[in-house]
Every structure is written in C-alpha cells, then in structure tokens.
C-alpha cells in the first residue's frame, strides 16, 4: 500500500514538473521572440522576409568596402613613392614614406567609412 501512494504521489510530481517546465519554456519562447523582435528594428534591414541573410551580406559589403579602402591608401602610396623613386632617383625613401602615408590615408578612409570620426564630433 505503500507503493501505491508513493506512485500517485510521483505522477502528481511529474505532472507539476513538467507544468513548471512548460510554463519556463513558453516564458523563454516569449522572450526570444521579443529579442528577436528588438534585433530587427536595430540593425535598419529593409524588409523582413531577408532577416539574418540580409543583415550579413550588409556586414560582408561593409567588410569589402572597408578593407578596400585600406588596401587603394597603401596601394596608390606605394604607386607615388616608387614614381617619385623612379624620376627623382631617390630610391627607396620615396617609397617608404609614401607608403607610410597611403597607409595613414587609408586608416582615415576607414575610420570616416565606419562613422567612428563622426561620432566623435558630436555630428
């Protein structure tokens, strides 16, 4: 007889365990749909039906777009130095500075492309 009550008293446990536990789940859904919701409107995506696809090939192209800047600064200075190099016979101090510099003008693309310059303005 004893058996029997512990049985009853068991499923009256489970039965509350998994209650409480779809209760936890169904507030955890909630709030993951409410997250995602708040993730939408913050990245600016138009249109809902790309969603995640739409947000990483803005942040690849934004990626692209950034690391090209880098590369054209250090690329054109290196082009000017090695011509300066080339007609001044000066040879590889036109190039070091020249690259020196294109690599500063493409770290201020970079940082003016990123918004990082505006912000610290207060624009």
């Known amino acids: 007889m004893a058996e029997g009550t512990k ?3 068991n499923s009256d446990q489970s039965s509350s365990d998994e209650a409480a536990l ?4 169904g507030n955890l859904d909630q709030r993951l749909s409410e997250f995602r ?11 809902a039906e790309g969603g995640d696809g739409a947000a990483k090939a803005s942040a690849m192209a934004l990626g692209f777009r950034l690391s090209s800047e880098l590369i ?3 690329v054109v200075g290196a082009l ?4 300066i190099d080339h007609v001044l ?14 690599f500063t003008a493409g770290v201020v693309n ?6 990082a310059a505006s ?3 207060g624009r």
Do not use: Y
Request: without cysteine; hydrophobic residues 40%.
């Open 37 to 47: 919701g708040n993730r939408k409107v913050e990245t600016d995506q138009p249109g």
């Open 7 to 9: 049985g009853s008293g």
């Open 22 to 25: 779809s209760a936890r789940l």
């Open 89 to 102: 016979s000066t040879s590889p101090w036109g190039m070091i500075v020249f690259v020196l510099l294109g």
């Open 80 to 83: 000017i130095g090695w011509g």
């Open 72 to 74: 054209a600064g250090v």
């Open 110 to 115: 970079v940082i003016r492309s990123a918004g």
């Open 119 to 121: 912000d610290r303005t």
